[in-house]
């Protein structure tokens, strides 16, 4: 019978009929579940990655046969028969079928109506199982096809073992080909594109930076298979990978081999080809996808959650070579550096969103606040072209920096936590967020999320001891955290400074020397924990060592005037007046020449002019520069008690600082450390409130 081909619902039935369809579906489900198997252990038992496929090739191949063989022939129970083509009920191939008719007796007498009437429901009867049946078979086909089309987009099959959200290092390009632009910018490309997965944790580069520096390889910026592997056993990480390019002839090989770090063997290789340099980023693109389905990640996902590298970065290897330059030198605080690579990368792709918006950062930060914000703004017209999570960090940043929408900036990044939990950047910026809202709790709580997914955190642990200190005046916490901090990073010069500091806040002063001398061995050019060390000398009265401390804050910044202040105050309690009027001079001169040009309408650069008139006993001076502290704002109340201190006007200092407290001024670090209110120290209405507020 010729099969109408034009018609559809013709085809579809032939097909039926035929039993094409459930050969196709049972075959499909079949080489479905064949090839998780395939895909889970030919790598485990070693055969290479061409062996899947040349199973998907031989599955490919038989499904044609299949279909083939099913519309030629049928299988029944005489054995395998010629296929007819569409059989209908009534049809003389039927006829040996039997239907049951209900409630129909046969009688002898039985006359000719009955008989046709009998013939017709049989007929009826037949049609009415052959539908019945066309639906069942139609179903089921269905339903099988749909599941196995759900289980191939949504199941996941690790060759590797690996959990979800477990770390993995990525170690630098093995670049065989001798191209330098290759250097650098194939890693970010790589890390880019596979951190656009939620499904695994990248060990980010700054971390792998201060693992370097821990191993004493400070110096050291290429991190190749050996110093990879040596990371991933120090920070506990099972798994590394090493990326490379070579070239054969004038097609471009790109692997990709995941290790295990216990034993340094391969545990899964990928490889991705490209014609030419303009096919490199794609055939990452492939290798990054692959490696995510080795790691677990299901097609869904990764489908879901990948965006072209050409799109997010940029198709100039040039210009994502200088960008990565920038992110290293970035990381590393050389900002100068950093600033020019962004600038060169963006002069070769001026579309380079990524670039636009680092260099605009790092201007709003270091450099040029307007050109900054004009490049941010101009990035965020581009940010739907990144990734997920570069796009909601360059959101959050842009609504606080350039909007002043730190709320705004909170929603951002809990939409990217929300992508990415366990993003300590996002949780640090968000910690900070929460701090400069004064939402203390709530930014202790990233803060703490933040140390515990990643120990190394220096600056997190700094925000935490910055709160306990100096926003909330909890001592115990502090020093419970300090220590934490000194047992998590041992050689980080802040874990010890803020060890000190906590032991400075209640006067333990010879255990706050300690820490800090400890800090300035690891260190010896860190101002922050010198100037703290002199403070710690002078409470103990040792105003000379306090002094050859601020010199060398002096040979280290030459300009910094808050070193000429407190050397002054040192010079005039070992009573060298001399000494003290020419630092306290070079001290005014400073804040009268270039403060008050800088920030004219800062309340902070009036009140150092009211403190410094005030030791040079210029009290009329004093008070006007106090008086128009005031006037800028006039809610710095533990500021306005400094200089009232200093004019020996004790019980409207104690006033001002009673306001402080109750506004919730809790900075006791600072109340222990400056000079200025040193007279209120054996003060009786001072020491009570201090008792009421710090308990």
């Given at each position: 019978m010729a099969v109408n081909l034009k018609d559809p619902v013709?085809?579809?039935?032939?097909?039926?009929?035929?039993?094409?369809?459930?050969?196709?579906?049972?075959y499909i489900a079949a080489s479905f579940a064949l090839l998780e198997a395939v895909d889970i252990i030919f790598p485990r038992i070693g055969l290479p990655p061409w062996s899947i496929t040349v199973v998907m090739i031989i599955l490919a191949i038989g499904l044609v046969a299949a279909i083939i063989l099913s519309w030629l022939y049928d299988i029944t129970p005489e054995g395998i028969k010629r296929a007819n083509?569409?059989?209908?009920?009534?049809?003389?191939?039927?006829?040996?079928?039997?239907?049951?008719?209900?409630?129909?007796?046969?009688?002898?007498?039985?006359?000719?109506?009955?008989?046709?009437?009998?013939?017709?429901?049989?007929?009826?009867?037949?049609?009415?199982?052959?539908?019945?049946?066309?639906?069942?078979?139609?179903?089921?086909?269905?339903?099988?096809?749909?599941?196995?089309?759900?289980?191939?987009?949504?199941?996941?099959?690790?060759?590797?073992?690996?959990?979800?959200?477990?770390?993995?290092?990525?170690?630098?390009?093995?670049?065989?080909?001798?191209?330098?632009?290759?250097?650098?910018?194939?890693?970010?490309?790589?890390?880019?594109?596979?951190?656009?997965?939620?499904?695994?944790?990248?060990?980010p580069r700054l971390r792998m930076l201060e693992t370097l520096a821990r191993m004493e390889m400070k110096d050291q910026l290429y991190v190749n298979e050996k110093t990879g592997r040596e990371i991933a056993m120090r920070e506990g990480i099972d798994i590394y990978i090493v990326p490379g390019i070579s070239k054969i002839g004038n097609r471009y090989v790109i692997t990709a081999k995941i290790h295990e770090t216990k034993t340094g063997n391969i545990l899964r290789s990928q490889v991705s080809y490209a014609e030419s340099q303009d096919e490199i980023l794609a055939g990452i693109d492939q290798l990054t996808k692959r490696i995510r389905r080795d790691l677990g990640e299901s097609r869904y996902r990764i489908a879901t959650q990948d965006k072209s590298l050409k799109k997010v970065t940029t198709s100039s290897l040039e210009a994502l070579k200088l960008y990565s330059l920038?992110?290293?030198?970035?990381?590393?605080?050389?900002f100068e550096v950093a600033r020019d690579y962004y600038t060169s990368a963006l002069q070769i792709d001026t579309g380079f969103v990524a670039a636009k918006a680092s260099?605009?950062?790092?201007?709003?930060?270091?450099?040029?606040?307007?050109?900054?914000?004009?490049?941010?703004?101009?990035?965020?017209?581009?940010?739907?072209?990144?990734?997920?999570?570069?796009?909601?960090?360059?959101?959050?940043?842009?609504?606080?920096?350039?909007?002043?929408?730190?709320?705004?900036?909170?929603?951002?990044?809990?939409?990217?936590?929300?992508?990415?939990?366990?993003?300590?950047?996002?949780?640090?910026?968000?910690?900070?967020?929460?701090?400069?809202?004064?939402?203390?709790?709530?930014?202790?709580?990233e803060y703490k999320t933040v140390v515990k997914i990643d120990p190394n955190m220096a600056l997190?642990?700094?925000?935490?001891?910055?709160?306990?200190?100096?926003?909330?005046?909890?001592?115990?916490?502090?020093?419970?955290?300090?220590?934490?901090?000194?047992?998590?990073?041992?050689?980080?010069?802040?874990?010890?400074?803020?060890?000190?500091?906590?032991?400075l806040c209640i006067d333990s002063l010879h255990n706050a020397e300690i820490a800090f001398k400890k800090a300035m061995e690891i260190s010896p050019h860190f101002s922050v924990n010198l100037y703290r060390l002199a403070h710690t000398y002078r409470?103990?009265?040792?105003?000379?060592?306090?002094?050859?401390?601020?010199?060398?804050?002096?040979?280290?910044?030459?300009?910094?005037?808050?070193?000429?202040?407190?050397?002054?105050?040192?010079?005039?309690?070992?009573?060298?007046?001399?000494?003290?009027?020419?630092?306290?001079?070079?001290?005014?001169?400073?804040?009268?020449?270039?403060?008050?040009?800088?920030?004219?309408?800062?309340?902070?650069?009036?009140?150092?002019?009211?403190?410094?008139?005030?030791?040079?006993?210029?009290?009329?001076?004093?008070?006007?520069?106090?008086?128009?502290?005031?006037?800028?704002?006039s809610t710095q109340h533990q500021r306005f008690a400094e200089v009232l201190c200093l004019q020996d006007r004790i019980p409207e200092a104690v006033n001002e600082m009673e306001r402080a407290f109750i506004n919730g001024y809790r900075n006791l670090f600072w109340i222990k450390i400056t000079p200025d209110l040193q007279a209120l120290q054996s003060d009786p209405l001072f020491r009570n409130l201090m008792e009421i507020y710090f308990k």
């Open positions: 013709h085809l579809w039935e032939e097909l039926k009929q035929r039993k094409v369809v459930r050969v196709l579906t049972v083509g569409t059989e209908k009920p009534g049809d003389k191939s039927n006829s040996d079928f039997e239907y049951a008719v209900p409630h129909w007796k046969s009688t002898a007498t039985q006359s000719r109506e009955e008989l046709i009437a009998y013939n017709n429901e049989i007929h009826a009867e037949k049609i009415r199982q052959f539908k019945k049946k066309g639906r069942i078979y139609s179903y089921s086909s269905i339903v099988v096809i749909f599941a196995v089309v759900i289980l191939f987009t949504f199941s996941s099959a690790n060759t590797v073992p690996f959990s979800k959200r477990d770390w993995i290092v990525i170690t630098d390009f093995e670049n065989l080909t001798e191209d330098p632009v290759f250097d650098k910018s194939l890693y970010t490309a790589f890390t880019l594109n596979a951190g656009q997965s939620n499904h695994i944790n990248i060990f920038g992110i290293d030198h970035h990381l590393m605080s050389d260099l605009g950062s790092i201007l709003i930060e270091r450099f040029d606040e307007a050109r900054g914000r004009e490049l941010l703004n101009q990035a965020v017209k581009s940010v739907n072209d990144l990734t997920e999570r570069e796009r909601l960090g360059i959101l959050a940043f842009h609504a606080v920096n350039v909007e002043n929408n730190i709320n705004k900036g909170i929603e951002y990044t809990k939409m990217r936590i929300e992508l990415y939990p366990d993003d300590v950047v996002a949780r640090n910026n968000l910690g900070w967020y929460y701090q400069r809202l004064e939402q203390f709790e709530e930014a202790l709580k997190t642990y700094g925000g935490i001891l910055w709160i306990y200190l100096e926003k909330a005046g909890n001592v115990d916490s502090a020093l419970v955290w300090a220590q934490k901090m000194i047992s998590d990073n041992p050689l980080n010069p802040w874990s010890y400074m803020n060890l000190g500091s906590a032991w409470l103990q009265e040792c105003y000379s060592k306090a002094v050859e401390i601020l010199k060398k804050i002096h040979d280290i910044l030459p300009n910094e005037a808050s070193a000429y202040y407190d050397m002054g105050v040192n010079y005039q309690a070992l009573g060298s007046v001399k000494e003290a009027v020419r630092c306290f001079s070079i001290f005014k001169k400073i804040a009268e020449e270039e403060w008050t040009k800088r920030w004219p309408d800062d309340p902070g650069t009036y009140i150092a002019l009211g403190a410094i008139t005030a030791r040079l006993g210029d009290m009329k001076t004093s008070d006007q520069m106090l008086q128009k502290a005031i006037r800028l704002d």
